[in-house]
């Protein structure tokens, strides 16, 4: 029988052994590293808002608008985004254009960028040339030295910018901006969460859509882009409903009769599906529904489950035949807290002096749409009158944002911290004009750099979240792959914490809205392999808030090996020697220089550990710890070298590579074979995603090797490039047979799948038996659904997905069965391989069985659990700021 797995190469944990003895073994404290993790993000986010970042920016702006002088025949010639190094058929630079200098720039994506200059990119639907677009270029030119002395000041810094109210952006670096295939580019900075956070208090909207007779047609197509584009300017932090009335009054979605509901994208993109059912017929009686908004908006306010700061209510219509004062005498004055925004759609005025007093009565704005071009630019008008409190009382608040994947500069996902920019011109003062809003991004890797890895053990993390619940980062949040390239995730910015981990009562999720500090624990399972593994573990999470910010953070350790971590102690000048590590963990921050930039890890450590670059920012206890694995493991290089020189030990070059890897994040590798021999040349290089140590994560191989018994190896087979395939052995090495004690690292080989093949057929000695690569272990496929238990019961929600995967019950040693294939009976035996993750298995052939597919039932949700799913609002923490009216606005 093949009793024994092929024979890896003995694990090297002697290297380790003969230091025991110069190492200690020490638990962490969990409470205390989410305080350090805390109090170094605390300080990042505090350095990209200080005076020297955005606020320096704010001011510059306003002093800038302060000393320009309006001239509606300005002629100013700027760079444009899209235009820049464009030439018309004649070889002449194109209007707008001009040479720009664009140099690629890995710091930037390896984008072309031009590190001196900022563009401006101007909406698809404006003019280029409008007096306002030229006159506010003009003025906000003076942001290019405050950006390029920002970016000199900041390296980590990335992308900068302005987005004007008149809607034109001005970004730094400079960079070319692509049209898509329709020659369109859709963005209008307006839009963007971080200007409406910034440029807005919260607030509670009611949107009435007039659907009499008299809509029908181009109006009523005009009428739903309008509505469409309401919501584009409302946040996570905004709520809404949508009403449509004629002589009646319909609930656009009827189970949110009476509600408003979080403007989340999800709950956006419902509603949008829904316009298109509105049809136009009857009467408009436009007093029941002004009614039913007052109602629906004062019963709202009073639940305090929405904004409660701001209220407004959108009227679309194509005219009001009175003004129906009694209404707003009775709902609305002489508070006049909510605000009126009519917007008449089409040529008619006929009744437009009605809208008109309507808006001025009630603290709004009216505006008239008479085609679809006329859409956006008429309904970002009332995002003016909703900032002017804020603008009069001067409150320059900083607003961060969730995590999301802005496609037009990069798929990596960022968070933005952002501040509005006010006239501070005499005569404009006291009608609060909102210039714009200035930025600027950080990506998520960044604050991942902050984390001390190798604290968290090999399964632990560290993940943040914002006060809607929404996740800041987590190892879960990931880019999207198809065919081989990023693809952005819908809804990325909106992914709840409850959707990456599954607790019974939101208990986490709410305490960590809630800015509190504490601890929870559960039992979790966690997916390796792209979500072809599971692993069961015992998760503790501890968890505080990042003072100054709209954020939580929490650290999860696993019970078991990774609540402990050891420290050894070796000579620092012996250790630089030996040193040999790769550039995917972070030991030293090489970005807050530009002098440092372009060193490798291994460069500056070895600077800054010989005190030539004092002032390079460096984690010296894990700089310390790597360098005692590389003392430790360096005898392993003699030892493959031993085995490469012993022909009869690898004769036939199954074997390829050798590798190790540390806690640290120290890697060494063998080749037992010339590079182009590789079956797979990936492994353990950038463009292998699982196989490498980078800064939020262990590699596969690793993270697998420490779940199994100690001393036991772990197989699998990973599809090379060019469709070849090989096998990965490799095991977890730890200086004491005790599940307290650390993995200290992991030792693996890459073989050819042939020579792993011909091993197991000299072993087994079975010319019939079942190929190891068989899909034998179809029939005995576990389930793992993405379930929430509740009370002991199994409760699948709407958009719950059930995933098959592979989980290996380790106390069953050995079993049989039957398949019935269409009326004959086949046998099967399976017996587990000690010391490995594998089993054998024999299968009579006698029946020709084909294996099935499995299919997954989809999984039909009736309509009132999706309303439930609609109506149901998870905890939520308001933000701090709010400036909901003003006396004089």
């Not at 956006?268 to 509105?278: A, V, Y």
């Not at 900032?387 to 944002?401: G, Y």
């Not at 390239?485 to 981990?501: A, T």
């Not at 700089?623 to 022909?647: H, R, S």
């Amino acid at each position: 029988s093949f009793s024994r797995a092929p024979p890896p190469p003995p694990p090297p944990d002697q290297f380790f052994r003969k230091y025991e003895k110069k190492v200690r073994t020490e638990e962490v404290d969990g409470a205390k590293l989410v305080k350090n993790v805390a109090e170094s993000l605390e300080e990042m986010f505090r350095k990209k808002a200080e005076a020297i970042r955005v606020r320096r920016l704010v001011e510059a702006a306003e002093e800038a608008h302060l000393q320009h002088e309006e001239n509606p025949d300005l002629q100013y010639e700027y760079f444009n985004a899209v235009l820049i190094n464009e030439v018309d058929e004649g070889g002449n630079s194109v209007e707008l254009g001009g040479e720009f200098l664009l140099e690629p720039n890995d710091h930037f994506n390896n984008l072309s960028v031009n590190l001196s200059l900022s563009v401006v990119q101007v909406p698809t639907n404006m003019y280029n040339k409008d007096p306002d677009i030229v006159n506010g270029v003009h003025w906000s030119e003076a942001l290019n030295k405050v950006f390029v002395d920002n970016f000199e000041k900041d390296p980590s810094l990335i992308w900068q910018y302005f987005g004007s109210a008149k809607g034109f952006f001005r970004q730094y670096p400079g960079v070319k901006w692509h049209p898509d295939e329709h020659g369109v580019i859709a963005f209008d900075c307006r839009n963007r969460k971080w200007y409406i956070q910034a440029a807005t208090s919260p607030k509670d909207v009611v949107i009435l859509v007039d659907v009499s007779g008299s809509m029908k047609g181009l109006r009523l197509t005009i009428a739903r882009q309008t509505v469409s584009s309401i919501l584009d300017t409302l946040g996570d932090d905004d709520f809404f409903n949508i009403i449509a009335y004629n002589q009646e009054i319909h609930y656009v979605e009827p189970c949110l009769n009476g509600t408003l509901v979080q403007a989340d994208r999800t709950n956006k993109d419902h509603f949008r599906e829904h316009l298109d059912k509105l049809f136009a017929k009857g009467i408009g009686l436009l007093g029941n529904a002004l009614t039913e908004a007052f109602t629906i908006l004062s019963d709202f306010n009073q639940t305090g489950r929405g904004s409660v700061c701001s209220q407004a209510i959108m009227l679309v219509t194509d005219g009001a035949t009175q003004m129906y004062d009694d209404v707003f005498a009775k709902f609305n004055w002489p508070d006049r807290k909510v605000r009126i925004f009519p917007y008449l759609i089409g040529r008619e005025s006929a009744f437009a002096d009605n809208l008109k007093w309507m808006a001025c009565a009630n603290k709004g704005y009216f505006t008239q749409i008479s085609t679809l071009a006329d859409v956006q630019e008429n309904v970002m008008r009332y995002l003016h009158v909703m900032s002017r409190p804020k603008v009069i009382d001067h409150e320059h608040d900083t607003v961060w944002t969730e995590a999301y994947v802005d496609s037009t500069v990069s798929l990596n996902p960022v968070t933005t911290v952002a501040m509005p920019v006010f006239s501070t011109k005499n005569e404009t003062k006291n009608q609060g004009i909102l210039l714009g809003v200035v930025g600027t991004d950080i990506p998520v890797q960044e604050l991942m750099k902050v984390v001390p890895k190798h604290k968290l053990g090999i399964h632990g993390y560290a993940f943040a979240i914002t006060n809607n619940g929404y996740i800041l980062m987590h190892p879960e949040l990931r880019p999207l792959y198809q065919d081989g390239q990023k693809r952005r995730k819908p809804n990325y910015g909106s992914v709840d914490l409850s959707e990456v981990e599954w607790e019974d009562t939101d208990d986490l999720r709410n305490a960590m809205v809630n800015r509190k500090t504490g601890t929870f624990s559960m039992e979790v399972k966690t997916t390796v392999d792209k979500g072809k593994r599971v692993l069961r573990m015992h998760n503790d999470y501890y968890y505080t808030d990042i003072r100054g910010t709209p954020f939580s953070v929490g650290v999860a350790l696993s019970r078991g090996h990774g609540k402990y971590f050891f420290k050894g102690n070796v000579s620092v000048e012996a250790a630089l020697n030996m040193f040999l590590c790769c550039d995917y963990r972070t030991y030293c921050n090489t970005d807050e220089h530009h002098e440092h930039r372009y060193l490798s890890q291994i460069q500056a450590i070895k600077l800054y550990m010989t005190g030539r670059k004092t002032h390079l920012k460096c984690d010296r206890e894990l700089i310390q710890q790597v360098l005692f694995d590389a003392v430790v493991t360096a005898p392993l290089e003699a030892y493959w070298t031993g085995l490469a020189l012993n022909k009869s030990e690898n004769s036939d070059k199954g074997v390829e590579i050798a590798f190790l890897g540390t806690r640290t994040g120290l890697s060494r590798t063998n080749l037992f074979v010339v590079q182009e021999q590789l079956s797979n040349q990936d492994l353990l290089t950038a463009e292998d995603k699982e196989g490498v140590f980078n800064s939020d994560h262990f590699p596969l191989w690793y993270r697998r090797a420490a779940e199994q018994v100690p001393g036991t190896y772990v197989y699998f087979v990973f599809q090379a490039s060019q469709n070849k395939s090989v096998v990965l052995a490799s095991t977890a090495i730890q200086l004491l047979d005790d599940r307290k004690s650390p993995i200290v690292a992991a030792v693996g080989i890459q073989m050819k799948l042939e020579f792993f093949q011909r091993k197991f057929w000299t072993a087994s000695r079975q010319a019939s038996a079942c190929s190891i690569t068989l899909p034998c272990l179809r029939s005995l496929r576990s389930i793992f659904p993405a379930q929430r238990s509740q009370r002991g019961k199994v409760m699948m929600v709407p958009c719950d997905t059930a995933y098959p995967a592979f989980v290996s019950e380790r106390t069953i040693k050995e079993t049989a069965g039957n398949i019935d294939c269409d009326g004959c009976t086949r046998t099967f035996v399976i017996q587990q391989i000690p010391s490995s993750n594998l089993f054998m298995v024999v299968v009579d052939n006698k029946c020709d069985c084909r294996p099935s597919l499995f299919v997954l039932n989809l999984c039909e949700h009736n309509e009132s659990l999706k309303c439930d799913r609609l109506k149901f609002q998870k905890e939520r923490k308001k933000p701090e700021s709010c400036h909901p009216f003003h006396p004089q606005v």
